[in-house]
């Protein structure tokens, strides 16, 4: 997902920048007010951050002979909403783009916008729908996780197909040309992402369940009738 | 009695499928160089704008990693400090679990 450096106009390096920044600003504030309501939520900030750290490390083969790496930002939407996630994912694009030439400073904006917004932000319209719902937690989880990593890969998609509108087609074509690239690779690698991180998720509702309840991540029934189901 | 693993069961059989998958693409598919879809991307962008791929230069000035090895360390630094902080963090909950 990653646009290389030098390969986004100027023009679009600026918008994506205005859009990821109130987000950025957003998602600080957001994280101050919850460490300071609940010390108790560092660790789990620590959990779901530590697996966007891991996942976006890991480029898997795909399906159409091209790598590509997961996002990770399921759990982290799931426990503190889009816009602490987007923080999370600044941190680690910023490593990225300063040690390991993925992605740029002039394209971070862009990268931010497709892996800690857009993606986060769509995870996290799903967990709304299905939170309140009899869907099973853990599928929620899935649910949340692989569809965050498919529309970030979607939304890279996008910024590139609006930067680079085909000749004959315009956007629309070019959009279609880069979501064979990128939406293509990611769909097995998103299904994995999704049941990996559900299976993480079934040990913090293990270990820490009064965490998950007191943020109110899922009603207090669902937890304990998954914990029971787990002991 | 409810089998309880049965998300463990899921997950170790999408791997396997997973790994099944890039076996056999890797060994039928021609062509398949399994390079980043980051690059592949970079060579759409470049024959979409008419630009030749050297022709795209960094717009802010960037250190690159002069070699493989040197950029994978990198990542496995990456993933590193993110394993330390899942365990780190499962740990500290095992821990106050027992002591309560």
């Keep these: ?231 | 009695m409810k089998f309880r693993y049965s998300l463990e069961a899921l997950a170790i059989i999408a791997i396997i499928v997973f790994s099944g998958i890039f076996l056999y693409t890797s060994s039928t598919m021609d062509g398949a160089e399994f390079a980043g879809s980051d690059n592949v991307g970079s060579g759409l962008i470049a024959e979409l704008s008419g630009i030749p791929l050297e022709n795209f230069q960094p717009l802010i000035p960037q250190w690159e990693p002069p070699s493989g090895e040197i950029e994978s360390c990198l990542f496995a630094l990456q993933a590193a400090a993110g394993g330390a902080m899942v365990g780190g963090v499962f740990g500290f909950w095992m821990g106050s679990q027992k002591k309560a």
């Design chain 1, 1 to 231: 997902m990653h646009i290389m450096e030098g390969f986004l106009p100027l023009q679009w390096c600026i918008v994506w920048w205005i859009i990821a920044l109130p987000c950025l600003a957003l998602g600080l504030y957001q994280l101050k007010k919850v460490l300071a309501a609940d010390r108790e939520a560092l660790p789990l900030l620590g959990v779901t951050g530590g697996f966007i750290f891991i996942l976006s490390s890991l480029k898997l083969p795909s399906v159409t002979g091209s790598c590509s790496h997961p996002t990770g930002t399921g759990l982290s939407t799931i426990s503190f909403a889009p816009w602490i996630t987007s923080l999370v994912c600044a941190i680690v694009l910023l490593f990225q783009s300063l040690f390991l030439a993925h992605g740029g400073l002039s394209v971070l904006g862009a990268n931010i916008v497709s892996m800690g917004i857009a993606g986060p932000v769509v995870g996290y319209g799903v967990y709304r729908v299905l939170r309140d719902t009899s869907v099973n937690m853990y599928l929620t989880v899935f649910l949340v996780t692989a569809l965050a990593d498919m529309f970030t890969y979607v939304t890279t998609s996008l910024e590139l197909a609006l930067a680079y509108p085909a000749e004959t087609g315009g956007f629309v074509s070019s959009f279609v040309l880069f979501m064979g690239i990128f939406a293509l690779t990611q769909i097995p690698l998103a299904i994995v992402e999704g049941i990996v991180l559900a299976l993480v998720f079934k040990y913090i509702v293990v270990l820490k369940p009064d965490i998950l309840i007191r943020l109110k991540i899922f009603s207090e029934e669902k937890i304990n009738a998954a914990r029971d189901d787990a002991s």
